[in-house]
């Protein structure tokens, strides 16, 4: 159980933490952008029709149920190793809560804000873009920093298929326990894991004090 | 409020250099909503006549079918049959949401866009329109001091900054920013407290003398009909119009037992409140007691009665831009209460006694006789 010192062992492996770091973050905001979009446009399809809404929040919270390893095993087959059964599936974990805010905070409008936005003559695509999207956004950007959380645990996971990223060190630090420098790479993947995790947390608190209308903010 | 509905816009100084657009006409002719369904049609065959310029109350217990009624005027419900005519053309062949920008809409939960700053609120219809933005940051202004909010302190505020007074004004704003011939109002004034009401109500009869709207207006205050209309249209079940006309011909001669029941006890103190000071001849001024605060020449009939039980009198004085005018006396009150009856027997060939309440089959005179009667009344 003999390794290098925790702060030699980062020195000696900073390329290779630093390009996993960078793919596992970069693969995590592609993923959580491709879901962010699917899911708020999926949203905004089905919001006015109740079954519609709760078909479609249904199917995600099935897909949801089923541990990603047995997903990821499932469509290696089919989508091949590698990012090709990775992504897919890890933006199909992420559309869910993206999709249920989408639609809780769109039917949440004040029925007599949206009456009084019929009433004076705006149509039904620019009562959904200038009221009920800006209206909805706190709680869209809630759905979407839970999934931000989920996909990047997600894309450390996907490293069982081949999706390279920090997954592959604690992986590794799994299958060679008790090897040299298993515990370094355990606790170095951990660390920066987290260290993505936190850093889109604070990337959502900017977002959402930029983004979020004046007139809402309490 | 009746007679200058004829009357076009006085000429005021306008920030803008731009005239107010007057009223037009509205007419619903057999229009009906029937939601699938159900065995009663929620609004049933209405015919109804608004000239421009008027303010309309669509009166009535609830779920009779005066907001369904006034909602399918700008088409926020489709009529199942009927036609509407705005200013004589049918607004079903018209585009709705193109419709609904020429008609102002005042709701009672306001509905203010809480992400937007009230110049934003306001502005929004103008916008729709394609207004330039110069012409619409005038018209923001000018619209936000007609409705007594300073624009310096208000425009850049957010609704859930103001009281639910001034967030009302805010709506009336809104809606009128654009010049709408036509203003739909459903309960405007319903959820603030009692004293903001009638300062906006107030208000807004001050505003309308100078904009000459032709409004529809819902309620289920009969007070507030009487007060606000020039015309009111008591409603019951379907929408069937129980009785059109004057608050004045409404509280005198009530067209039958439902409407007299909505209109309530009291409907002759309801009417002294329609009668001001100057529909009376005064006495000379010293017949009234010294030391009692005088009534200005606007003052109501009703506020006069008051007065008079209030301090246990039966005259009291008049002024008029600070000079004391004249002296009205009880006896004055009673003796137009007499003519107003008389001048309603005569206008229904005595037909509203008949049904008038607690009048029984039988034992109804015959209306000439009594009419007859009223004529030789000393009054």
């Known amino acids: ?218 | 409020m009746s007679e200058s509905a004829a009357t076009t816009t006085e000429p005021t100084t306008r920030p803008s250099g731009e005239r107010e657009a007057g009223g037009v006409p509205i007419v619903l002719d057999g229009v009906t909503k029937k939601y699938p369904g159900t065995d009663s049609a929620a609004v049933d065959d209405i015919h109804l006549d608004i000239a421009p310029g008027d303010i309309v109350m669509l009166v009535g217990p609830s779920g009779c079918g005066k907001t369904t009624t006034m909602r399918m005027i700008n088409r926020l419900i489709e009529p199942t049959s009927g036609r509407i005519l705005i200013d004589g053309e049918d607004v079903l062949s018209l585009n709705d949401v193109k419709l609904r920008r020429t008609i102002g809409y005042v709701i009672q939960q306001i509905g203010l866009f809480p992400h937007l700053t009230i110049e934003s609120n306001v502005s929004m219809v103008p916008k729709l329109l394609g207004w330039d933005k110069a012409r619409i940051a005038t018209r923001v202004e000018e619209m936000l001091s007609v409705v007594g909010l300073d624009p310096a302190e208000f425009a850049h505020r957010y609704p859930r900054q103001l009281s639910g007074g001034q967030q009302q004004r805010v709506g009336v704003a809104r809606a009128l920013c654009a010049d709408p011939p036509i203003m739909l109002m459903d309960e405007p004034f319903g959820a603030v407290d009692p004293i903001t009401r009638t300062k906006l109500q107030d208000e807004f009869l001050n505003l309308q003398q100078r904009l000459h709207k032709t409004i529809v207006f819902v309620t289920h205050d009969f007070d507030e009909a009487v007060k606000m209309g020039d015309k009111i249209a008591v409603l019951d079940k379907g929408s069937r119009i129980a009785q059109y006309a004057s608050p004045e011909e409404i509280l005198t001669s009530p067209a039958d037992d439902f409407v007299s029941g909505f209109v309530g006890h009291g409907a002759t103190l309801k009417r002294l409140q329609l009668e001001r000071l100057d529909s009376l001849d005064l006495h000379p001024a010293d017949v009234a007691e010294q030391g009692v605060e005088p009534l200005p020449m606007r003052s109501t009939l009703h506020d006069v009665l008051d007065a008079m039980i209030a301090d246990g009198l039966d005259a009291v004085q008049v002024v008029d831009d600070g000079h004391i005018v004249g002296t009205v006396t009880l006896e004055d009150l009673l003796g137009r209460v007499r003519e107003l009856r008389a001048e309603a027997d005569a206008r229904t060939g005595g037909a509203a006694s008949e049904s008038r309440p607690g009048a029984t089959p039988g034992t109804t005179p015959d209306p000439e006789l009594e009419a007859g009667q009223r004529k030789d009344d000393p009054t």
Do not use: C
Request: proline share 4%; hydrophobic share 55%; aromatic share 10%.
């Open chain 1, 1 to 218: 159980m003999d390794g290098l010192p925790f702060p030699e062992y980062l020195s000696a492996f900073r390329e290779d933490l630093i390009g996993g770091f960078q793919r596992h973050f970069l693969l995590s905001v592609y993923i959580l952008v491709v879901a962010t979009a699917v899911g708020m446009i999926l949203g905004m399809l089905v919001y006015r029709n109740k079954l519609a809404a709760a078909a479609s929040i249904g199917a995600l919270a099935t897909w949801f149920t089923i541990p990603s390893i047995a997903l990821f095993g499932l469509f290696v087959p089919i989508l091949g190793f590698g990012l090709g059964t990775g992504i897919p599936v890890i933006t199909m974990y992420g559309l869910l809560p993206v999709l249920r805010n989408t639609i809780a905070g769109l039917n949440s409008v004040d029925s007599a804000t949206l009456d009084s936005a019929r009433g004076i003559g705006m149509g039904r695509f620019r009562i959904l873009w200038q009221i009920e999207l800006p209206l909805a956004w706190p709680v869209i950007l809630a759905g979407i920093r839970v999934s931000g959380q989920l996909i990047v645990g997600l894309v450390a996971i996907a490293a069982y298929v081949g999706v390279i990223g920090l997954g592959e060190l604690l992986f590794s630090a799994l299958q060679n326990l008790g090897s040299v420098n298993t515990f370094n790479q355990a606790v170095a993947g951990t660390l920066l894991v987290a260290i993505i995790a936190l850093l889109l947390d604070a990337a959502f608190v900017l977002v959402r004090r930029v983004s979020t209308p004046k007139g809402l903010r309490v």
